[in-house]
């Protein structure tokens, strides 16, 4: 009888030596595997890229937009983009070119636009091609129209020109058909982009108002209302990225850049946010210029405006929207 106990306490006793022993090893297999499979689970699945635009719309200032863009595009590890917008908009040919390059972007990759203070005019024209636009509820939107500065400046005494209109560039009427023919591409291009979402007809966009935020998302001239985070967020499912890393790719600072405007007494004063160009400012060169600028531009004389607005007066019956 003692032998047969003492046998089985040595089979228990080999019994525990293995269990404990097991248990040890598959700790030591845990805390070896676990490193591996959280760095795993944490790597991105991929990269969003923030775009930020906070000026005036240049030519300078469109390059360097349009180059963030295209280095998004061409880098295999970007797989969405947003753009994060401050602006009243700009040159008309700036803001074309942008909106071709956003366009171009867009058919790669999603693209989203968080709107922080103002997307207006040229600005809106650049962000019309987004898959989704967020805004604030105190964010400024719209003004979907162009205007032109002309200059009435016959040939003096004092020079030789080889045409009638080779100071001016044109009439007075061929400027206005000029600006109707650009406010049409550009009243056109957001109800392409934005037709399902709009209430607004496009006699109504052509008064070039603008909007609060809360009102663009009525209107659907935006999406929803949000911030960049939400927008991100936002992006990164479009491109069906659940871990993902955010780049933001600011703009350089400005050098040299800066816009013409009337001071208190007359005296034309430079800030600093505008290149001079973008309102016909070539050195001592003034020349006619096309703008889809939201806000004013002193000592200017806008022709275009007043024809605009008669011409839809009329389509409406007077009555403003």
């Known amino acids: 009888m ?9 089979l228990l006793g080999a019994v ?41 719309l240049s030519e300078s200032s469109a390059e360097r937009i349009t180059d963030d863009l295209r280095e998004a595009r061409q880098n295999d590890s970007i797989d969405a983009v947003v753009l994060e917008v401050d602006s009243p908009g700009g040159g008309v040919s700036a803001s074309e070119g ?12 999603p693209v989203v636009t968080s709107v922080e203070s103002t997307a207006a005019s ?37 020079e030789i020109t080889t045409g009638p209109d080779k100071n001016g560039g044109g009439t007075e009427d061929e400027y206005e058909a000029q600006v109707e023919m650009m ?15 709009l209430t607004l007809s496009e006699t109504e966009l052509a008064y070039a108002k603008v909007y609060t935020g809360i009102e663009s998302v009525e209107n659907g001239l935006a999406d929803d209302v949000g911030d960049t985070e939400v927008a991100v967020g936002a992006a990164a499912d479009e491109a069906g990225l659940e871990d993902y890393d955010v780049v933001e790719m600011e703009s350089e600072p400005l050098s040299g850049l800066s816009v ?18 973008t309102f016909g400012q070539y050195g001592a060169v003034n020349t006619p210029t096309f703008l889809a600028l939201w806000g004013s531009v002193d000592d ?17 019956g007077g009555d403003r929207p």
Do not use: C
């Not at 003692?2 to 040595?10: D, F, Q, Y």
């Not at 013409?260 to 001079?276: F, K, L, M, N, T």
């Open 98 to 109: 942008l909106y071709l390059a956003v366009e171009r972007t867009a058919e790669e990759m």
């Open 183 to 197: 406010r049409q591409a550009f009243v056109g291009t957001v109800t392409e982009h934005r037709g399902d979402e």
């Open 122 to 158: 040229g600005a809106y024209y650049m962000i019309a091609p987004s898959d989704e636009i967020y805004v604030k509820p105190g964010s400024i939107v719209g003004s979907i129209g162009v205007r032109a500065t002309y200059l009435d400046v016959p040939p003096t005494d004092q």
């Open 16 to 56: 525990a030596k293995s269990y404990v022993t097991v248990v040890i090893v598959a700790l030591l297999v845990g805390a070896s595997m676990a490193p591996v499979v959280w760095g795993m689970t944490s790597n991105p699945d991929g990269t969003v890229a923030v775009i930020e635009v906070d000026s005036s």
């Open 300 to 316: 200017e004389r806008v022709v275009a405006s007043t024809a605009l607005e008669r011409s839809v007066a009329n389509e409406t």
């Open 2 to 10: 003692s032998s047969t106990l003492a046998t089985l306490r040595n």
């Open 260 to 277: 013409i405007i009337g001071g208190e007494s007359g005296d034309r004063q430079v800030a600093s946010g505008v290149h001079p160009q």
